[in-house]
């Protein structure tokens, strides 16, 4: 069975395709929204067992487990860009078990906008947003929501943040102090015109985000802010040392094919 850490939109594409080849798949997307997706986009294969779904944290150990129980024979990281601790879990536990462990790594945007800001991290991206104005629009997710909401440098600042509209997502905005008024709970990706209108309706003075590619919006995200004149603090991606890297899903199936073998499709022998 193949084993892909499938959190986004592309890890539910590549799914999708390794099910449509007739590969078992056994796919973690870490939440019970993440795992919904998977099962609605893949609900036929789903139906018929030849998709399984974790839609929980899977810690190393856990992992492991859940890799020995579906007989995983190729492991294939389709995580998130900036989800460095899941990616360094699945390449020791692969070079343990002698697994072959394939990365599918998404596009970078590259565009000349100007008044972009380049940090190393999120304490870097906190201390130059705080040095752009006193409204900082955060694009950056939930899961670094506290990086920024407990910095000393952002304490007299207002963020607002867009965030996915689930309950413990935006029990965590409450948590953190986030009021309703600065939070935004919206599914993206969204248009240039969307962003330049949310960017325009909380008066931000900057733009924090990631570089998580096309696919992540990241482009229509730059080009708004730059149609408003808006800087823009942009986090880098994290950089590992893959040892197969992927950057099409066409390389991924090829992956797939040369190290898991015919005799393990689901409609083989």
Known sequence: MIFVAAGTRDGREIVKM????????????????????????????????????????????????????????????????YAVHVSKTMMSLAAETEIPYIRYE?????????????????????????????????????????????????????????????????????ELGLQPKDIIAMQGPFSRELNRAMFAQYAADVIVTKNSGTVGGTDTKLLAAQDLGIPVVMIDRPKLAYPHLAQSVDAVLSFVEEHDGIHQKTDGD
């Not at 670094?144 to 963020?159: G, M, V």
């Open 18 to 81: 390794l099910l449509e080849r007739g590969f078992a798949v056994a796919a973690s997307a870490a939440s019970a929204y993440g795992g919904r997706l998977l099962t609605d986009s893949c609900a036929e294969w789903f139906a018929h067992g030849k998709l399984h779904v974790n839609d929980e944290p899977l810690p190393r150990d856990a992992m492991l487990a859940y890799w020995r129980e579906h007989d995983v024979t190729v492991v294939v990281d389709a995580s998130h860009p």
């Open 106 to 174: 998404r596009d970078l945007t590259q565009l000349p906008v100007s008044g972009l800001q380049v940090a190393a991290d999120y304490d870097g991206a906190a201390e130059m947003a705080a040095s752009c104005g006193k409204t900082v629009f955060l694009t950056t997710g939930s899961h670094s929501l506290r990086q920024f909401t407990e910095h000393p440098a952002l304490r007299d600042h207002r963020i607002v943040a867009r965030v996915l509209p689930t309950v413990d997502v935006i029990s965590l905005c409450a």
